[in-house]
């Protein structure tokens, strides 16, 4: 039973369907015993009338009259019998069983008796009365047997009507009760729904104010560990911040060097040598350079800076000329338009590099660029296609996830789309990988909540 509604709602129901079945019972029992004493006054009645008439008539049938009262008392079948003071029959069904302890007419005139007659239940009354007549002198008894259809049927028909009631009431508090857990359990459900819409990022304290008491120390030590966690966190991206930065000054000063023994290599061997040397610290060079784009993007994200309007077209009117210049063999069609973004130039202009020279890495022999830029009533984008063999959709997500590379014919880090995600992130803007026109090559689009005006940042 994982769900604590569930939980709750069993916890809540059992018991009431035990009261419920107990209070069932025990109207049963009440209903039984007092429609039991209602139907013996009856019968008393009935017998009274049949002893009156059978003593008067000095044992003559019974009267139409007396009939037609019976009839109209009970639809149960009636039995009688009339015996005299030496236990001499005198009317009615001689065989009607008489007590088991036989008739005790000193101690009591009227006795009750459930006994069976001719294969049925009955309910017997024994009224006796002494008698003083010349024909008769001394007690005489009635034996009147009535079945029980009748008392069945009521008290069946009484607990039916009971069960009814008591299983509509179970429902309406069963459904009552189920509305009540629900409504109780919405802080939890709003709470789960707040932590799941949180980018794995956020680690923010989770606000208290309107949390249940229950809840609210659990949600205390959450907030605990996730200080805890953001701390270890920020420690290890200083560190490799700091790592990168220590790197990045031998690794720079190298580079020259290896230009330079490279220029003076005397030898093939020689020169095929110290060009690995210059390759190696070129890779190690950019790694060290994704690696401080990478925390530099991070950290922008945690500060929630209040960038600038900038406008994506200019943007990549200037990368898209700088890498013209290193790559003019390549063609580019732009076609950008005004975007405006609140967001800062220096990262936007690195995201586009990185897709800029995938497009280029990546894009195939007959290889074609194009760059877009716009706006639509609440977006900007920015967009990136080729005409490479595109990237496998099962692999979209892959891609963007750090030191993840498809393809190990190429140099590369596996950092750059880790980092156009995150600077796109960094900015309430969402990366979307897709095939280009046609199905052909890849396309990556950047697109950002648009900002109304230029002018607007300027004054912000
Ligand atoms: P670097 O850190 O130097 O950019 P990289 O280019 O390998 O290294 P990403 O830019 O993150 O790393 O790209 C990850 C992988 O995604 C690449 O290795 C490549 O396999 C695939 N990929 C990226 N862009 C494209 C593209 N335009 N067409 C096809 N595959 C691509
Ligand atoms: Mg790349």
Sequence with gaps: ???????????????????????????????????????????????????????????????????????????????????????????????????????RVLESQIDFYDATYLDQSVRVIAVSSLVDRPEYNGWMTTFVAQTLHERRQFVLDTVFEDSVRTAGVVLLTTGLLAVGVTLGLRPLLRLEASVARRSPQDLSPIRTEQLPSEVRGLVISLNDLLLRLSESMSLTKRFVENAAHQLRTPVTALLPQTELALRRAESERERVAVSKIKSSAERISRLTDQLLNLTYAESIRVAKRNFPVVDLSEIAKERVALFRRNHGALPVDMQLDSAPIRGSEVLIGECLDNLLDNARKYGGADNHLSVRSGASEDHSFLEIADRGPGIDPQQYQRVTERFSRLDKTTRGTGLGLAIVKEIVEAHRGELVIGQGSGGIGTRIRCQFPREPSRDAGHSA
């Design 1 to 103: 039973m994982r769900s604590l509604r569930t939980r709750l709602l069993v916890w809540l129901v059992v018991p009431l369907l035990f009261l419920s079945a107990a209070t069932l019972y025990s109207a049963f029992v009440q209903t039984r015993d007092t429609s039991a004493a209602i139907f013996d006054k009856l019968l008393l009645t009935l017998a009274l009338s049949i002893s009156e008439h059978a003593l008067g008539s000095g044992g003559d049938v019974l009267t139409d009259d007396l009939l037609e009262v019976i009839r109209i008392t009970t639809n149960d079948n009636l039995y009688y019998k009339v015996v005299g003071p030496d236990r001499a029959f005198i009317m009615g069904y001689e065989d009607i069983p008489e007590p088991p302890d036989g008739i």
